[in-house]
């Protein structure tokens, strides 16, 4: 294939098109993975993209989530993110994600983001003596030869959009190795198996704006966001989660808008996700 098969951007409505009636070519797995992730190629009408395709099958069971659902979490934290972004684009967050068949039979399919080779950092371990002014130290840790470093992320818009959206999802493993910076500078977060349950399991490396007043732009968003779940959006979650789950959400959504803070670290529950990168 050209570099120009693949380099293209496509549009939102065209690389949905191509996840669901494209071809799947594996190309290869991806080691540092908990569950089975492979990335593959996917064909459709001479336009060709990279992707992540995971299936169902290479699920690792877990103690807190039904088995085999992980794939369909996927797809709703992309649901979630594309409905809220058709009212504001800040929250295109998630890239083009569907649950398909392929290969090795059903799971998510999502497109696969280049990160930029010259790419800011935002989020990560930083030496203590080079943390950026302004930024939020989350953790601190040491090296084996007692170098100090901070886990800590910038004070960015991009990131605290990405904050209130786990905060919706209930996101249970936002790691900074999960935050891309991809073309144009857009913050992409990915790996959203395990969100959606309907206890309260938010971890996250993105506390910075912990306690702090949400912005207008997030009040707007929850608001419209509270009479998506009770119509077509929550209908669209219907077929991925438990009627619990989808509830839940609700009540995640109207207690954020209530309250009008970014929520706490929670107690009796590890607050940042192993490994946290």
């Known amino acids: 294939m050209t570099s120009t098969e693949i380099d293209r951007v496509l549009d939102e409505p065209d690389a949905l098109r191509l996840l669901r009636r494209g071809e799947l070519e594996l ?6 993975a908990s569950n089975t992730t492979l990335r593959a190629f996917v064909t459709l009408d001479g336009v060709t993209r990279r992707c992540v395709y995971k299936p169902v099958r290479g699920e690792r069971p877990l103690w807190d989530f039904p088995d085999g659902t992980l794939a369909g979490r996927e797809v709703s934290a992309y649901l ?6 058709e009212r504001d684009p800040g929250f295109a967050l998630i ?6 068949d392929g290969p090795l039979g059903p799971g998510a399919c999502q497109l696969w983001i280049d990160e930029q080779e010259d790419a ?6 930083i030496p203590m003596w080079e943390l950026p002014p302004g930024w939020f130290r989350i953790a601190s840790a040491e090296d084996d030869d007692g170098e100090r470093y901070a886990l ?9 959009r990405l904050a209130v959206l786990d905060a919706v999802l209930n996101n249970a493993d936002r790691k900074g190795g999960h935050v891309l910076l991809g073309p144009g500078d857009r913050i992409y977060g990915v790996d959203h198996g395990i ?3 309907a206890e309260e399991k938010l971890r996250t490396v993105l506390w910075g704006w912990a306690g702090k007043r949400l912005p207008d732009w997030a009040l707007a968003a929850l608001d419209e966001l509270r009479a ?22 609700r009540r995640r959504v109207a207690r954020l808008h ?3 803070t970014f929520p706490d670290p929670p107690e009796g529950w590890p607050a940042v996700p192993w490994p946290p990168i």
Do not use: K, N, Y
């Open 27 to 32: 190309e290869g797995r991806l080691v540092d």
């Open 80 to 85: 979630v993110s594309a409905w809220m972004a």
């Open 95 to 100: 890239p083009p994600t569907i649950l398909r």
């Open 120 to 125: 800011e950092q935002v989020v990560g371990f």
């Open 152 to 160: 800590a992320h910038a004070d960015d818009e991009r990131l605290a």
């Open 195 to 197: 969100c959606f349950h």
């Open 228 to 249: 998506g779940l009770r119509g077509d959006l929550g209908e669209a979650l219907d077929e991925h989660l438990t009627t619990a789950e989808v509830h839940a959400t």
């Open 258 to 260: 209530a309250r009008r």
